[in-house]
């Protein structure tokens, strides 16, 4: 008999959880980088609202592979898709080339379509008229737990 | 004068599923009910094979080879979300709301 597929695929839903503010604290915790949550001094931040603007277009990917580590998008990072942003020249996004589910840049320009990775390693998918490109979502954040 | 809209998804089940791979987008596509047993959710072009509703999968193997028709496993969480989503942003034009069933009625 025919197996059934399981779609117990790797994307998990962005539910629309309690907000869980937290203090910030008041002391910048300096890794030699502007930090990123400068704007929010003396706020308190919530997690799931600085990373997702738009719930119900939001969609987590886990990331496999190294393609995108120019862009510090690292294998098992989990990507924050949002599917109501209209996808741009130069943003990352999810693409469906042929079929195959992608993360990469985005080149848009002159009229000529191309998939750019962001790691030497691997080639620019140029999109010819015989391929069939879908751009699922674009990736607005990415995420991970250390240890 | 009030003004009501009724929103009904298309085979919502097995919507759910084509969404996350665009290769189904013309395929045909099932839903099984627990345990794979009987189908579910038919996609338009099932419908378009004459495969009834709640006819049991097994019964439909050669349909299913000769069509290559597609079964999906019944995912109950995603179709939960994929429908809260959906009245998310009915709600974002009305405040009046008014969610006939989310469980099991497919056609």
């Given amino acids: 008999m025919l197996e059934a597929a399981n779609s117990g695929f790797d994307w998990l839903p962005a539910l629309d959880p309690p907000r869980v503010f937290i203090p910030l604290g008041a002391a910048k915790v300096s890794a030699g980088f502007p930090s990123p949550a400068a704007d929010y001094e003396d706020k308190r931040l919530d997690i799931n609202e600085y990373l997702i603007r738009n719930p119900v277009s939001t969609f987590f990917f886990p990331v496999q592979g190294d393609s995108m580590q120019g862009a510090e998008i690292f294998d098992g990072d989990i990507l924050v898709v949002d599917r109501s942003i209209k996808a741009m020249h130069g943003h990352i996004v999810i693409a469906f080339v042929d079929g195959e589910r992608l993360v990469k840049r985005l080149h848009h320009r002159d009229g000529c379509v191309a998939l750019v990775a962001e790691n030497p390693a691997?080639?620019?998918?140029?999109?010819?008229?015989?391929m069939e490109l879908v751009i699922w979502g674009v990736v607005i954040a990415k995420f991970k737990r250390l240890g | 004068m009030p003004?009501?809209?009724?929103?009904?998804?298309?085979?919502?089940?097995?919507?759910?599923?084509?969404?996350?791979?665009?290769?189904?987008?013309?395929?045909?596509?099932?839903?099984?009910?627990?345990?794979?047993?009987?189908?579910?959710?038919?996609?338009?072009?099932?419908?378009?094979?004459?495969?009834?509703?709640?006819?049991p999968w097994f019964k439909i193997q050669k349909e299913a080879k000769q069509y290559g028709i597609v079964a999906f496993s019944s995912n109950y969480a995603l179709y939960a979300d994929m429908s809260n989503r959906v009245v998310e942003v009915l709600g974002q034009f009305t405040p009046n709301l008014e969610v006939y069933t989310f469980p099991l009625k497919s056609s």
């Fill in chain 2, 3 to 55: 003004v009501f809209a009724l929103v009904d998804c298309n085979n919502f089940y097995a919507s759910c599923e084509k969404l996350f791979d665009p290769k189904l987008a013309s395929k045909p596509v099932v839903v099984l009910s627990n345990n794979d047993g009987c189908v579910v959710a038919r996609s338009v072009e099932v419908k378009a094979l004459g495969i009834p509703m709640g006819v």
């Fill in chain 1, 122 to 130: 691997y080639p620019t998918i140029d999109i010819r008229g015989d």
